[in-house]
């Protein structure tokens, strides 16, 4: 928990204090444990809270060094000049010299704008700045190998964070207002910036062999930039005083004392004059925020024991199949005694009771969703029918049955595997005679509130000899070319990585032992929000092909060898039209693609599934011709390409986006070939021990 600094007005923040509260909000991860020296970054604009979080970083810095024990901080700060006034660009200037002057590494990052646009007079000025200058810090950071970012906010921020959304109607969870640690925002689709990179930040920090002998075959991302906020519960009045007590300088922006700028202004104006009732004042509103922010973690406690237990039962080489985004998950019976088991009381109250089951069910869907959804948000809102349909109990029973086998929500379509176990609850709305028990109060009501004394119930007990396993499969929602088109891009020689150190994860695309480190790879590429691929652009210097027939996946050497040249590729989903000239254009058996298609994305779930076309945007589908371009040459997920991807010397990368499903930050897959299961906490404290 963070600690709440409250010291007096005439005090500073003292060395310790920052230095326990940086280390409950940051600590190494990935790669980085284990190291003695860590570099952070500074988000620094050159006002008085930046510059005491600059001060302070300093100072601890400089007493680490003069100890010569525990770990030693490097601080790198960046200034971002907005561009969008005058005098911005002095301004970050003379921030340079005050945290050169504090012998802290400093930069200033340019905010480019479209010619001729006028920032300040664009609509949601703010929203779009605030976008350009956390990208614009992600991608500072990712060039200086920096994974972590400290931001300034401190309690006035957060009063006013949290008054802000109390008078947009937030409630609930958007009440915990600015958060201690998290993912850098508005950086999606930034390989090595947005939970991505771990893998090849490894391989550069030690080396492809140590690394591939931890990884299974096939691989899902992690890693990229954190923000944490150390100075969250220290007030401002405090940080200015830090600021005088060391001599350091600040700039003052004057626009944030007028009132009718901004909505946070006009806040800022209230709060500081106390001119609000006594309830909507700072000492309230941290409490507010504080408060639900505790609720909040026991809640995502809760959902990650029930995860970590459902996917255990589903068996882990079964739960999440990073080839396709298929998920298997075996939910509890009953989702009130599983919440009040856990929380070792159970509610006199039905009421409270089905409303902590219906929260709780709508977390675990979230969570679910977002797994394997190529959507970054799905409201709490769009979950009611979906809450009935997993969980029957919390159905009203004075309302139409919505309890459905298979539905689609927040882009994923789910389907229960034992459609039959269903039935049982159909009728009980429909009045069928069932095997049955005469519920107590307690349980028999609908989550309105209406108790219904002669309800009957199936028999979800343990001592029960109803059998009901509550299994789902999750997979991507098919295509719309009305609602959700299938996504597609195209790769070219512009979008050449200078820096790309090749560490393909899958044995169908492991370049030869003399091709490491060499060639011309293309940028990482986010394909429908769910797959990071990235391409060889050129001829390997000595081209190989792979024999799909041989279950080693030796390398057979080509004869001829022209010389390199730079290809294009598109990247679009599969389409049925697509499945017989591929099978044709394989000269291999057919089971070299059956067998994973079966494994991984049987049914439908191969149309949601990327496949890469040599050439640029081509719609059309099912090319007979292998040598002409719009012909398939591969899918890249489960391994398999065509011969003319072997003429064409074609080698990719391809790996799922971060998926996080409570078990160790990322959803951990079974190796098939050792039985361990692995996840990337896991292997990178093996490498590192």
């Given at each position: 928990?963070?600690?709440?600094?409250?010291?007096?007005?005439?005090?500073?923040?003292?060395?310790?204090?920052?230095?326990k509260a940086?280390?409950?909000?940051?600590?190494?991860r990935?790669?980085?444990?284990?190291n003695?020296?860590?570099?952070?970054?500074?988000a620094?604009?050159g006002?008085v809270?930046?510059?005491?979080?600059?001060?302070?970083?300093?100072?601890?810095?400089?007493?680490?060094?003069?100890?010569?024990?525990?770990?030693?901080?490097?601080f790198?700060?960046?200034?971002?000049?907005?561009?969008?006034?005058?005098?911005?660009?002095?301004?970050?200037?003379?921030?340079?010299?005050r945290?050169?002057a504090?012998?802290?590494?400093?930069?200033?990052?340019?905010?480019?704008w479209p010619?001729?646009?006028?920032?300040?007079?664009?609509?949601?000025f703010?929203?779009?700045a605030?976008?350009?200058?956390?990208?614009?810090l992600?991608?500072?950071?990712?060039?200086?190998?920096i994974?972590?970012?400290?931001?300034?906010h401190?309690?006035?921020?957060?009063?006013?964070?949290?008054?802000?959304?109390?008078?947009?109607?937030?409630?609930?969870?958007?009440?915990?207002?600015?958060?201690?640690?998290?993912?850098?925002?508005?950086?999606n689709?930034?390989?090595?910036?947005?939970?991505?990179g771990?893998?090849?930040?490894?391989?550069?920090?030690l080396?492809?062999?140590?690394?591939?002998k931890?990884?299974?075959d096939?691989?899902?991302?992690?890693?990229?930039?954190t923000?944490?906020r150390?100075?969250?519960?220290?007030d401002?009045?405090?940080?200015e005083?830090?600021?005088?007590?060391y001599?350091?300088?600040?700039?003052?922006?004057?626009?944030?004392r007028?009132?009718?700028?901004t909505?946070?202004?006009?806040?800022?104006?209230?709060?500081?004059?106390?001119?609000?009732?006594?309830?909507?004042?700072?000492?309230?509103?941290?409490?507010?925020?504080?408060?639900?922010?505790r609720?909040?973690?026991?809640?995502?406690?809760?959902?990650?024991n029930?995860?970590?237990?459902?996917l255990?039962?589903?068996?882990?080489?079964?739960?999440?199949?990073p080839?396709?985004?298929?998920?298997?998950?075996?939910?509890?019976?009953?989702?009130i005694?599983?919440?009040e088991?856990?929380?070792?009381?159970?509610?006199?109250?039905?009421?409270?009771a089905?409303?902590?089951?219906?929260?709780?069910?709508?977390?675990?869907?979230?969570?679910?969703?977002l797994?394997?959804?190529p959507?970054?948000k799905?409201p709490?809102?769009?979950?009611?029918?979906?809450?009935?349909?997993?969980?029957?109990e919390?159905?009203?029973?004075a309302?139409?049955?919505?309890?459905?086998?298979?539905?689609?929500?927040?882009?994923?379509?789910?389907?229960?595997t034992?459609?039959?176990?269903?039935?049982?609850?159909r009728?009980?709305?429909?009045?069928?005679?069932?095997p049955?028990?005469?519920?107590?109060k307690?349980?028999?009501?609908?989550?309105r509130?209406?108790v219904?004394?002669?309800?009957?119930?199936?028999?979800?007990?343990?001592?029960s000899?109803?059998?009901?396993?509550?299994?789902?499969?999750?997979v991507?929602?098919?295509?719309?070319?009305?609602?959700?088109?299938?996504?597609?891009?195209?790769?070219?020689?512009?979008?050449?990585?200078?820096?790309?150190?090749?560490?393909?994860?899958s044995?169908f695309?492991?370049?030869s032992?003399?091709?490491?480190?060499?060639?011309?790879?293309s940028?990482?590429?986010?394909?429908?929000n769910?797959?990071?691929?990235?391409?060889?652009?050129?001829?390997?210097?000595?081209?190989?092909?792979?024999?799909?027939?041989n279950s080693?996946?030796?390398?057979?050497?080509?004869t001829?060898?022209p010389?390199?040249?730079?290809?294009t590729?598109?990247?679009?989903?599969?389409?049925?039209?697509?499945l017989?000239?591929?099978?044709?254009?394989?000269?291999?058996?057919?089971?070299?693609?059956?067998?994973?298609?079966?494994?991984?994305?049987?049914?439908?779930?191969?149309?949601?599934?990327?496949?890469?076309?040599?050439?640029?945007?081509?719609?059309?589908?099912?090319?007979?011709d292998?040598?002409?371009?719009?012909?398939?040459?591969?899918?890249?997920?489960?391994?398999?390409?065509?011969s003319?991807?072997?003429?064409?010397?074609?080698?990719?990368?391809v790996?799922?986006?971060?998926?996080?499903?409570?078990?160790?930050?990322?959803?951990?897959?079974?190796?098939?070939?050792?039985?361990?299961?692995?996840?990337?906490?896991d292997?990178?404290?093996?490498?590192?021990v």
């Open positions: 928990m963070l600690t709440q600094a409250r010291l007096a007005k005439d005090q500073f923040v003292k060395l310790s204090d920052f230095t940086l280390f409950e909000v940051w600590s190494p990935g790669c980085d444990i284990g003695r020296q860590q570099t952070l970054g500074l620094v604009s006002g809270d930046s510059m005491a979080l600059a001060t302070l970083c300093r100072q601890m810095r400089k007493k680490q060094r003069e100890d010569g024990t525990g770990l030693i901080f490097k790198r700060a960046f200034i971002v000049d907005h561009k969008a006034r005058d005098g911005s660009t002095d301004e970050a200037a003379l921030t340079r010299q945290l050169q504090l012998g802290m590494d400093a930069h200033v990052l340019d905010v480019v010619d001729g646009t006028h920032p300040l007079a664009l609509p949601n703010e929203t779009r605030r976008r350009r200058r956390y990208q614009v992600g991608t500072a950071c990712r060039s200086f190998g994974r972590s970012l400290l931001l300034a401190h309690e006035d921020d957060q009063a006013e964070t949290v008054f802000m959304r109390l008078s947009q109607g937030h409630r609930g969870p958007g009440l915990q207002a600015i958060n201690t640690s998290g993912g850098i925002p508005e950086c689709g930034m390989y090595g910036v947005h939970q991505s771990e893998l090849e930040l490894m391989h550069r920090r080396g492809a062999k140590r690394v591939r931890a990884l299974p096939h691989e899902k991302e992690d890693g990229g930039v923000i944490h150390p100075i969250l519960g220290f401002k009045s405090i940080l005083a830090t600021c005088q007590h001599g350091t300088e600040w700039t003052e922006d004057l626009t944030n007028i009132p009718t700028m909505s946070r202004n006009t806040i800022r104006y209230l709060l500081e004059g106390d001119k609000v009732p006594l309830g909507l004042r700072k000492p309230r509103l941290l409490a507010l925020a504080e408060n639900m922010r609720k909040e973690s026991v809640w995502e406690q809760y959902v990650s029930i995860l970590m237990t459902c255990n039962v589903s068996n882990l080489h079964r739960s999440f199949d080839r396709s985004g298929r998920l298997i998950v075996r939910l509890p019976n009953n989702l005694e599983s919440y088991s856990w929380a070792g009381k159970k509610d006199s109250d039905p009421d409270v089905i409303s902590n089951a219906r929260h709780a069910a709508s977390k675990l869907i979230q969570r679910l969703i797994a394997v959804s959507i970054e799905v709490e809102s769009t979950l009611q029918s979906s809450i009935e349909s997993i969980f029957p919390l159905m009203d029973l309302s139409i049955p919505r309890c459905l086998d298979k539905f689609t929500v927040g882009g994923v379509q789910f389907t229960r034992n459609p039959s176990e269903t039935q049982r609850y009728d009980l709305t429909r009045g069928t005679p069932l049955q028990t005469r519920a107590p307690a349980v028999a009501y609908s989550h509130g209406t219904d004394p002669n309800a009957v119930i199936p028999t979800t007990s343990k001592s000899d109803i059998s009901y396993a509550n299994e789902w499969e999750l991507r929602q098919p295509y719309s070319k009305a609602t959700d088109p299938a996504p597609s891009f195209t790769i070219s020689p512009q979008d050449i990585d200078p820096d790309a150190i090749p560490f393909p994860t044995p695309a492991k370049p032992t003399d091709q490491q480190g060499h060639g011309t790879w940028k990482f590429h986010l394909w429908d769910r797959f990071w691929i990235r391409i060889r652009l050129d001829y390997p210097i000595s081209r190989h092909s792979h024999d799909h027939t080693s996946h030796t390398p057979a050497p080509i001829s060898a010389p390199p040249k730079l290809s590729f598109t990247i679009r989903a599969f389409h049925p039209s697509d017989k000239p591929f099978l044709a254009s394989l000269n291999a058996p057919p089971t070299i693609f059956s067998r994973p298609r079966k494994e991984a994305a049987p049914g439908k779930i191969m149309e949601t599934l990327p496949v890469i076309v040599h050439g640029a945007n081509h719609e059309e589908h099912g090319n007979g292998e040598d002409q371009e719009g012909q398939v040459l591969a899918v890249p997920t489960l391994g398999v390409m065509a003319a991807a072997r003429r064409e010397g074609l080698t990719w990368e790996r799922y986006r971060r998926v996080d499903l409570g078990i160790g930050g990322m959803a951990r897959e079974r190796d098939r070939g050792s039985g361990k299961a692995r996840g990337s906490v292997y990178i404290r093996r490498l590192l």
